[in-house]
């Protein structure tokens, strides 16, 4: 980033302006401060990626968050294009580009669409100077490791792999990406949004002191499902309802509990060295993914994090996540209390037309990634945030290989396994996979 971080002085002048001092006490503040070596800096993000020639994207996986991810890159600035669309499916295409003209009057000529399992290198072919990596995500690291060799720079949507065979290649392209000065921005959203950012600086100058354990919870109804359809085969079968193949989309727990679990390990600026998890299915029609997961991942100061989720329908719903100090606790987004359940600091919401808090930050993290994305790219100050997300998926995956097992799975485990998931070969046709989801332990003999 070309935004130079705040100096300390300006990191206290803020945090009075945001109330934090009347909250908690400048004098708390500046103690809890000064009792560290360094004042965390929180990054200054740009509202608006600055001009410049224009920059061309090609976005590969045209589906609901490839096409806001498309949006989303239009929004960041000016002198920006989507030039090239690539998905398996023709109706996914047509969708982005209907969403495409109605949100920024764009238009992507047929020549520039491309389906089949090959798309991906069409759209790195086309002259696009950066690639949205959205599609399933079993296949990011192969789109990804293509990009990096085509030197292009990158969006990659979460998660990066569905195994860890693929997000060690991932970690492996992101170093090849660093060392070509390539831009690569993860989409975890978290991490560039101004309410997380804030409350991260509070706590990493002591508002709640040394942290000691975390709760994260995603707790929800059941997803989407496509029943097979006469005339699908296999392949096209999954490819349609891959959010229910632990080989397309990883098991819900990476697919979409990763945005807790990354928020976890960010506030605590590393990643869990093992799981013990336990899960199960219930009522999911399709797949062969679990409906609900429990982990306790351990730190390697024995500090733990445990985290719930699950996708039944009937059930009370939670998204909430706390995160425990030795002097207080936050739930990581926007305010942080005293053990008397005290509210000692309150991130400010930008005030709406009626003149009360939003609710909302000024820039949705969907859209803050692209901004930074694009400014990086113009100001020559490139980014990668290649490890942070390989590691955060790579997480989830050791939770739910826990849980799939009934065993104790190690960071080791993961960095050493040889796990692959999926065909070796991608046609339509037959699939040499069943819906037969994973039953830990031994059974029951009479």
Known sequence: MNQKAKSRREFITSTAALGI??????????????????????????????????????????????????????????????TALGDMFQHRIDGCRESLKKAHNVEIPDQNCFIGFDAYKRVIDSGADVILCATPPHFRPAHFEAAVQARK????????????????????SGKM???????????????????????L?????????????????????RIWHTNRQAGWSDMEAMMRDWINWNWLSGDYITEMHIHRIDHVNWFFGKFPERAIALGGRLHRPTGDQY?????????????????????????????????????????????????????????????????????????????????????????????????????????????????????????????????????TEYKWGPVDLKAEHPVPGTPVTT
């Open 153 to 172: 720079h990158c969006f990659l949507e979460k998660p990066v792999g569905v195994d860890p065979v693929g997000v060690r290649s991932v970690m492996a």
């Open 21 to 82: 001092a009347g909250a908690i006490g400048s004098g708390y503040l500046l103690a809890s401060c000064n009792s560290r070596k360094s004042v965390y800096e929180a990054p200054v993000f740009p509202s608006i990626a600055p001009d410049g020639p224009p920059l061309k994207a090609g976005l590969i996986g045209c589906g609901g968050r490839g096409t806001g991810a498309a949006i989303n890159f239009l929004n960041a600035g000016p002198n920006l294009e989507i």
């Open 177 to 199: 990406a660093a060392s070509a000065g390539l831009t690569v921005v993860g989409g975890t959203q978290g991490r560039y949004t101004d309410n997380n950012i804030q409350t």
């Open 291 to 423: 409906d609900f997961f429990s982990l306790d991942f351990i730190f390697d100061d024995k500090k733990r994090f445990q985290s719930m989720s699950r996708q039944i329908d009937g059930c009370d719903n939670v998204w909430d996540m706390m995160i425990f100090g030795a002097r207080g606790y936050t739930n990581g987004t926007d305010r942080i209390y005293d053990y008397d359940d005290n509210l000692i600091w309150q991130y400010q919401y930008p005030l709406g037309e009626d003149g009360q808090p939003t609710n909302r930050v000024a820039i949705p993290g969907t859209d803050q990634e692209m901004i930074c994305l694009v400014n990086a790219i113009r100001t020559n100050t490139p980014i990668n945030d290649t490890q942070e997300i390989a590691s955060s998926t790579l997480t989830c995956i050791m939770g739910r290989e826990s849980a799939y097992t009934g065993r104790w799975v190690t960071w080791d485990d993961m960095m050493n396994s040889g796990q692959r998931l999926g065909p």
């Open 201 to 221: 600086a509070m706590i990493r100058n002591g508002a709640i002191g040394d942290l000691i354990s975390a709760n994260a919870y995603r707790l929800q109804g």
